[in-house]
């Protein structure tokens, strides 16, 4: 079957094949295939494992569609001395030739592919060693390229995932010169952001996947069930807050926060609330240990090997507990993490006398949680059987580890790997850069990292922003650290682009160069968040971008493929576009004169971005729609008055409707809508509650924009206004709007009042209905709000 599988996935591959030529060949060149015909059989190990029939397929198939000769597969006893052989992996003919251990002279994962004679053998160390010395040959040796796993079809269904697929040239005469190769791994461990991309993953050189797709060609350590924030899946504070039901549902308690609410966070308020949990609290580590071991023993009885567990925190930023148990651990380990740490110590002690084949996994993540290492006490020393993945997640996103900016997570980093030698990365490129991207993960490297996983931008991203070429360098770096990096853009975007390739290293230059010189911070600490990047961009460098893609689509208007792959590039300034088309069109009238060009350029759309690019063609036809600032607001001081309109957060519709009467011609829908309806204000890094308003019968009012008084609340860098109790997922951000350094004439407080509008129920479109999910529109809702504006009136500085 897997044979088949391998044909079948390799087959699309002679669609895209080129013809092409070699250069005279020599007496000494071994001559592999003429006219469709082959003297060489391939030969498979002794004991070949899945990974060797796996390699042996993958080598056939390339070899057939590349020479169109069928070279067969024998095992070792069908040897003899007079024919000629590929040999992937070690047997008793092939050693006969290497002579006595080769393996010897190789580490863990390390390979060699080299000729002897007529012969070629191909073989390595480790689980996946014989399929990294067959991968070396069809790359290095045969010409085969896989510059990216993924594509996407401009084609109907537009927008699908689907393989991308090797390219290669086709030669019917092939011969190769004598060749002799050895090849290893930057990093021990590898692991992929994009699984579904299996095949182009595992012969890039990926040697750890998620359990999550069982394939026993996939691990040299079987990685946990769930890959992190754990800590609700054994500890559920109630069953609708248990991650992962499929594996964790078997926790028989899932009601813990009713039962035992000393298992969870004391904030600085006095008060138990469902943040982390209390990890001095001995109760808590009794429960948590037996609910672990019992997923061994779970694991163990399915029949899986090489268990690795996540243990970590749940997503929610803030300290783990504040109680007087806790404070005295943290200074204990000298460090916010430490009754986490304390608990590990104990933890890892006793799984490692239970089961010495497991492997435990934790995040250094968030600098007011784990970033920061303990200083372990006198006599103690660090756990062996865990691994720790350093997730800088607080980084500013625009410059690397050697900026003064981030040079502190670095640290934090260099001091993990010296307290354990089992430091995994998680590393977030964030905004499609490369420089940052090759900068760290050499500085990872010389840190001493043993593995490495770089979260690539999602869907909305995926395919474009350079997130295929990050991908592509990614993974030739974690085989060789030092790869000539600008060669390698070189060939990825000559073979992508064609004719546009120098003018798209251009635009990947000019990109670099406009993130370098931002200004903004966009770390998580700095309250601004993600999406204040590249602020400091002008219409006139959008337009002079815009006008390159119009050259670039001309000159691969001839080539479907080439053409489609400057597309895609295109799309991520595309949306860049139309989110600030209103201000463009101000500035350079004369390019942006109708956004439906560039609308119609993103042809279908993929259905995470249908209401994201609603949203903004909403805002694009009510650009001219502002009106003044209402009574008594209007009367005031220009500059003590700010106004916005909330937005909705994640996926699910509608975001907003178009509203005549609406102080910027559009409403915010809010999401759930309580009855009676609420709203208030929070903030979520102090976990405070703040003024909250309840619209009562009185209040009521159908059809018509209310100004409601919320009242008085004091900004911090993470605060919301919020809409419903139900969701709380139409919000306002206002960190990054209203926050500035307290001072003796600012203390971030604000007089707030909110206009809303209620009315019948907003029924959902066809493609709304289809994009609908647990928090879109209830269709039993008895009515609809609309919010237009928050309208926010500075205060003096109390005295």
């Known amino acids: 079957m897997q044979a088949m599988r391998i044909v079948s996935f390799l087959f699309f591959i002679s669609l895209i094949a080129m013809p092409g030529c070699r250069s005279a060949i020599s007496q000494k060149d071994l001559r592999l295939a003429a ?19 796996y390699a042996v397929s993958a080598l056939t198939n390339f070899l057939f569609l590349k020479t169109g000769a069928v070279f067969p597969v024998i095992s070792p006893n069908e040897t003899s001395a007079t024919n000629k052989y590929i040999f992937v992996g070690l047997s008793a003919p ?12 190789l580490k863990d994962q390390e390979y060699a592919a080299r000729s002897e004679g007529a012969n070629i053998v191909l073989y390595g160390k480790g689980m996946h060693g014989n399929l990294y010395a067959v991968v070396d040959f069809m790359e290095n040796t045969l010409g085969r390229r896989w510059y990216s796993g993924r594509l996407i079809s401009e084609k109907p269904p537009h927008w699908q995932n689907g393989l991308g697929q090797p390219t290669f040239n086709v030669e019917r005469e092939l011969a190769v010169k004598p060749f002799s190769r050895k090849g290893g791994f930057a990093f021990k461990y590898r692991l992929p952001s994009y699984e579904w991309m299996f095949d182009f993953h595992l012969q890039s050189g990926m040697n750890m996947f998620s359990s999550k797709r069982v394939n026993p060609l996939a691990f040299s350590l079987k990685v946990m069930p769930q890959g992190c924030h754990t800590f609700f899946g054994y500890i559920p504070p109630s069953p609708k807050e248990q991650p992962e039901t499929n594996i964790f549902g078997w926790v028989e308690k899932k009601d813990f926060f009713a039962t035992n609410p000393e298992y969870f966070t004391l904030h600085t308020n006095g008060k138990r609330i469902v943040n982390q949990l209390c990890f001095s609290n001995h109760g ?5 240990t037996k609910n672990i071991l019992e997923h061994i023993r779970r694991l163990k009885a399915e029949g899986q090997e090489r268990i690795m567990l996540d243990l970590s925190a749940h997503d929610n930023p803030g300290e783990f507990c504040y109680c007087q148990e806790c404070e ?14 304390d608990y590990l110590s104990e933890l890892c002690a006793l799984v490692k006398e239970k089961h010495p084949d497991v492997m435990l996994h934790t995040l250094a993540y968030r600098l007011s949680q784990t970033q920061k290492p303990p200083v372990m006490p006198e006599g103690v020393a660090f756990p062996d059987n865990i691994v720790i993945q350093y997730a800088s997640v607080e980084d500013n996103g625009d410059v690397d580890w050697n900026h003064p900016i981030n040079h502190g997570a670095y640290e934090d980093m260099l001091a993990w790997c010296k ?25 990872m490297k010389k840190a001493g990292v043993e593995g490495a996983f770089v979260e690539f931008s999602g869907d909305y991203n995926g395919a474009i922003n350079f997130t295929e070429l990050q991908i592509y360098v990614y993974n030739k770096l974690l085989q060789d650290i030092d790869r000539d990096v600008p060669a390698l853009v070189r060939e990825f975007t000559d073979h992508q682009y064609g004719p546009a390739a120098a003018m798209v290293r ?17 770390s998580f600490s700095a309250g601004k968040g993600m999406s204040r990047r590249l602020t400091g961009l002008t219409p006139d460098t959008i337009r002079l971008w815009q006008e390159s893609f119009d050259r670039m689509e001309t000159m691969t208007a001839d080539d479907e493929r080439l053409h489609a792959n400057v597309r895609r590039l295109r799309r991520g300034l595309d949306y860049r576009t139309l989110d600030e088309w209103n201000d463009f069109k101000k500035a350079c009238p004369g390019y942006f004169a109708d956004y439906m060009v560039v609308r119609n350029r993103l042809g279908a759309l993929p259905p995470w971005a249908v209401a994201q690019v609603s949203d903004w063609e909403m805002k694009i036809k009510t650009a001219d729609a502002e009106k003044p600032l209402p009574t008594p607001f209007d009367a005031m001081e220009k500059g003590m008055v700010r106004r916005f309109v909330p ?11 178009m509203d005549p009467g609406a102080a910027f011609g559009y409403g915010a829908v809010v999401t759930l809508p309580d009855m009676p309806f609420t709203f208030g204000f929070y903030q979520n890094d102090t976990k405070t509650h703040g003024a909250k308003y309840t619209v009562n019968t009185n209040d009521f009012f159908m059809g018509a924009y209310k100004i409601y008084h919320l009242g008085e609340i004091q900004v911090t860098p993470d605060s919301i206004v919020w809409f419903s109790s139900r969701s709380w997922v139409t919000q306002l951000q206002l960190g990054e709007r209203l926050y500035s350094p307290p001072a003796p004439d600012n203390d971030n407080r604000y007089d707030v009042h909110v206009s809303l509008k209620f009315v019948s129920p907003i029924q959902l479109t066809p493609d709304e209905i289809r994009q609908n999910n647990k928090f879109s529109l209830d269709t039993n809702d008895l009515y609809s709000v609309l919010c237009d504006q928050i309208i926010f009136v500075k205060k003096p500085v109390k005295q």
């Open 35 to 53: 006219a469709g015909q082959t003297d060489y059989a391939v030969v498979k190990p002794d004991k070949p494992s899945e990974v060797d029939e």
């Open 94 to 105: 092939s050693l006969k030739i290497l002579g006595k251990e080769p393996l010897a002279s």
């Open 284 to 288: 808590l580590r009794k429960e948590l």
């Open 328 to 341: 005295k651990l943290k200074k204990k380990y000298q460090a916010v993490g430490g009754p986490f740490y």
């Open 419 to 443: 307290l354990t030698p089992h430091v995994w990365t998680w590393y977030y490129p964030f905004n499609g850069m490369l420089d940052r991207l090759v900068t760290d993960l050499r500085l």
């Open 506 to 522: 251009d635009y990947l230059c000019e990109m670099e160069a406009a993130w370098k010189a931002s200004s903004t911070n966009t």
């Open 647 to 657: 937005v909705r957060l994640g996926a699910g519709v509608p975001k907003n409707v």
